[in-house]
Nanobody, 127 residues
Framework: QVQLVESGGGLVQAGGSLRLSCAAS????????MGWFRQAPGKEREFVAF????????YYTDSVRGRFTIFRDNAKNTVYLQMNSLKPEDTAVYYC????????????????????WGQGTHVTVSS
């Protein structure tokens, strides 16, 4: 079992930056692939970013590539999402997700592929 707790959300002006954190419980965090998803009001939850268990592989949805960076610190059981050049359309609840998965070459981009979810953190970008 893995429990995930996100933090770092808030209100920021367009063009600003935020860093989201996702702290995980459990002793096997380093064997989990991690993802960030987001859900805007009235919309489905969508994939944002992926990082493999060993951080060798990362992947982003097109709309955030070049602006967002996912990285992890396995010693701290934490995955991060650095968000720069934020836009109003980035406004959403951001969720981190985890799956025990040690095949680094396979990117997990759908909600069905993840087994554990955090409660979400709100990000609001004002224009």
């Amino acid at each position: 079992q893995v429990q995930l707790v996100e933090s770092g959300g808030g209100l920021v002006q367009a063009g600003g930056s935020l860093r989201l954190s996702c702290a995980a419980s459990g002793r096997t965090f380093s064997s989990y692939a991690m993802g960030w998803f987001r859900q805007a009001p009235g919309k489905e939850r969508e994939f944002v970013a992926f990082i493999s268990w060993n951080a060798y592989n990362t992947y982003y949805t097109d709309s955030v590539r070049g602006r967002f960076t996912i990285f992890r610190d396995n010693a701290k059981n934490t995955v991060y999402l650095q968000m720069n050049s934020l836009k109003p359309e980035d406004t959403a609840v951001y969720y981190c997700a985890a799956r025990f998965y040690t095949e680094a070459r396979v990117v997990l981009t759908t909600t069905r592929e993840y087994h554990y979810w955090g409660q979400g953190t709100h990000v609001t970008v004002s224009s």
